[in-house]
């Protein structure tokens, strides 16, 4: 089994700002999104924007480890880290 990955310093509710940036067009209706996924203990939401489905940082986080594929909601994510 892989170690696992310590998580960041930050609610999951709140995504990296590289992973979704702040001036994003549609940022708070996929934080809306996801915010209904997570409540209802789902492991994905469908994006408003492309109608493709994307994993909640809830499952990300229990998953215990990044898959470094780039997920917007990955809770592994530094906020401070370059990229």
């Known amino acids: 089994m892989?170690?696992?990955t310590p998580l960041d310093d930050r609610p999951?509710?709140?995504p990296a700002r590289r992973?979704?940036?702040l001036d994003h067009p549609a940022r708070?209706?996929?934080l809306a999104a996801h915010a209904r996924a997570v409540d209802a203990g789902e492991s994905m939401y469908v994006d408003p924007e492309t109608g493709l489905s994307v994993l909640?940082?809830?499952w990300l986080a229990d998953?215990?480890?990044c898959c470094d594929r780039g997920c917007?909601?990955?809770p592994y994510v530094r906020d401070d880290a370059d990229g």
């Open 56 to 58: 909640t940082a809830r």
């Open 28 to 30: 708070e209706r996929i």
């Open 2 to 4: 892989p170690e696992q």
């Open 72 to 74: 917007r909601h990955c």
């Open 12 to 14: 999951l509710t709140v």
């Open 19 to 21: 992973r979704l940036p």
């Open 63 to 65: 998953r215990g480890t």
